[in-house]
């Protein structure tokens, strides 16, 4: 696959700086199996591009980051398309923005939402713009991203704060962002390109190897996610064909408030 023949994103190779931007502004930047497809080829071309120094990945348009997996994509089909392997690949997705050599900002010019916050604080450094909305939505609608979405959260905002972020399914604004820790810097809108091509020029002058060994010794002291959110994606499989995830994206779907009180056992 060439990046033109890319549908769901888009890929561009800038003075070392690769942009990722998820091209799916109809559906506030939701990643369906084939976007998700597309963007583990993506980071993997930026990956093997030695004039590539920086990555960063983003939305297009000015609502969204990406607000996680296609919900309507999900209640149409069951699932979140199809894809080249047959598999939904997102676990793919998160290990390359982990496993990619080279730093990766996330610019974030709006909503980073469930699957889309985790995309976030996957990436190396974040930018925000003025704009952004950070927030979980997973057991609001049947769903939860156990592993790096729990764990690498805790470490980047402390425990109380990420289970508050988990438990509540509140919004939050940049502001509340920084100052947590989520983010690295918020900017006006009209200035988060500009910003991020700032940082990248930075990042450039710097020794490569140095820093994809830095990236690995930063990553080395959280893997173990990896293997705990295997386990979780074997657990959301399950759930996901159970009743109460069901009620979850009808009720999302439905743009009414889940009725979720009738699976609460002991």
């Given at each position: ?95 390359v923005i982990r496993d ?17 916050h985790v995309l976030h ?11 952004a909305v950070f927030g ?131």
């Amino acid at each position: 696959m060439k990046p033109d023949e890319f549908t769901d994103i888009t890929y561009e190779v800038d003075n070392g700086l690769a942009w990722i931007t998820i091209n799916r502004p109809d559906r506030y930047n939701a990643f369906r199996a084939q976007t998700v497809d597309e963007l583990v080829h993506a980071f993997k071309l930026a990956w093997a591009d030695d004039e590539v120094g920086v990555l960063s990945l983003t939305g297009a348009g000015e609502k969204a980051f990406c607000t996680g997996g296609d919900q309507k994509q999900r209640m149409e089909t069951g699932d979140y398309g199809p894809s080249a392997t047959g598999l939904f690949e997102v676990d793919a997705l998160h290990r390359v923005i982990r496993d990619v050599p080279k730093p990766v900002i996330a610019a974030v010019n709006g909503f980073a939402i469930g699957g889309g916050h985790v995309l976030h604080l996957l990436c190396d450094l974040t930018i925000s713009a003025d704009t952004a909305v950070f927030g979980q939505n997973g057991p609001r609608v049947g769903s939860f991203d156990a592993g790096f979405g729990t764990g690498l959260m805790a470490r980047a905002i402390g425990e109380k704060r990420a289970r508050e972020i988990w438990f509540l399914c509140r919004k939050y604004s940049p502001a509340q962002a920084e100052a947590w820790g989520l983010v690295n810097k918020v900017v006006p809108a009209d200035q988060l390109r500009a910003e991020v091509r700032s940082w990248a020029d930075e990042i450039l002058k710097l020794s490569p190897t140095a820093l994809k060994v830095l990236k690995q010794s930063f990553n080395s002291d959280t893997e173990h996610f990896a293997g705990i959110g295997q386990m979780a994606y074997s657990a959301l499989k399950l759930f996901g064909e159970s009743e109460e995830a069901r009620e979850g994206i009808t009720a999302f779907n439905e743009k009414r408030a889940p009725e979720f009180a009738q699976f609460r056992t002991h």
